[in-house]
């Protein structure tokens, strides 16, 4: 019996690492999950003088997703963006967070926009207010302007499939 | 003047050109008080730098926020408060005594409890042994392979 010890302490050790080792510490949980999406108003890119609120999608299940021009991820995440919007599985509101080259309304016009709206938060105060530490981000927001779900990185076909889709299904999207 | 006297002479002067850096904050006092909070504060881009420490744009921000809000005058206890609402205990470096860290802040009482109580046994165990009398044929033994090797 006492021989076995030092594999089971091993073992256990070994579990412990293991874990660890597929762990991501970027998954920061939110405290935001079962919250309501903190107000904001802010102008439309390209469309200054109006003014988008997170109100304004009462009663649609929606996603937040916080990107910016200068972030490289977002740009793998654009073409499966683009895809859900053509999909309409749940209208996606771009919040352009500090984009200090003012670079974004180009860049949608040049690639695409697969958003229902793009709100302009340049000093990053309404990225803040939601807990963003990165782009991209996006918030699954029902139609109460609950925070449901928070993914942090980019969104694959295989991160829809198995991770938003079945959560805007819930919410009855 | 001899050139090695001359190069002595402008090292000794160093020193007289040397100021204190001039703090770089408005406010020195505020500075103080954030940089001593935010030391206890975790970047949340770099994750193992204090957001004091950390070039990180976010914790920038961050500290231009804390910087304005302890101008409104607002306590640590309250900008603490305004970062965990967003971004969790996470934040903390020193997260609060609550049943989710319970296992954390008690883990290693735990483990000096356990450590103490296996010591203990062995000790006592160690304390059963008697010194029993080396049996004369085994010494013998051992004698007469020393002298082998001899």
């Known amino acids: ?173 | 003047m001899k050139p090695w006297l001359f190069s002595l002479l402008l090292v000794c002067a160093a020193p007289l050109w040397a100021g204190e850096a001039a703090p770089n904050a408005e406010d020195p006092v505020i500075e103080q008080r954030m940089i001593k909070l935010a030391e206890d504060l975790r970047c949340l881009v770099c994750q193992n730098e204090s957001l004091a420490g950390s070039h990180a744009e976010l914790a920038e921000d961050l500290r231009r926020e804390i910087r304005a809000q302890m101008k409104t005058g607002k306590n640590d206890q309250e900008v603490i408060a305004y970062l965990t609402e967003r971004y969790g205990d996470f934040v903390l470096y020193r997260p609060p005594f609550k049943p989710v860290t319970y296992l954390l802040w008690l883990g290693p009482l735990l483990f000096l409890g356990l450590g103490s109580a296996i010591w203990y046994v062995t000790l006592k165990k160690r304390r059963g042994l008697k010194n029993e009398p080396v049996d004369e044929k085994n010494l013998a033994a051992a004698a007469q392979l020393l002298d082998e090797n001899k």
């Open chain 1, 1 to 173: 019996m006492k021989r076995w010890i030092p594999l089971l302490v091993f073992l256990v050790l070994a579990g412990f690492l293991a874990k660890g080792l597929f762990l991501n510490p970027r998954e920061v949980p939110s405290p935001f999950i079962g919250k309501p999406a903190p107000a904001f108003s802010l102008p439309l890119v390209g469309q200054p003088d109006k003014i988008f609120g997170p109100a304004d999608m009462r009663g649609k299940v929606w996603l937040l997703n916080v990107w910016a021009p200068w972030c490289v991820s977002c740009r793998q995440e654009h073409p499966v963006l683009m895809a859900l919007a053509q999909s309409q599985s749940a209208p996606i509101v771009g919040l352009n967070w500090k984009d200090k080259d003012r670079e974004a309304e180009k860049l949608l016009a040049e690639h695409g926009s697969p958003y229902a709206a793009v709100p302009d938060d340049l000093s990053g105060k309404v990225g803040i207010d939601y807990g963003v530490t990165g782009t991209p981000e996006t918030y699954v927001i029902d139609k109460d302007g609950i925070i449901r779900m928070k993914h942090i990185g980019p969104i694959d076909p295989d991160v829809w499939k198995n991770k938003i889709e079945p959560k805007l299904k819930e919410l009855g999207a």
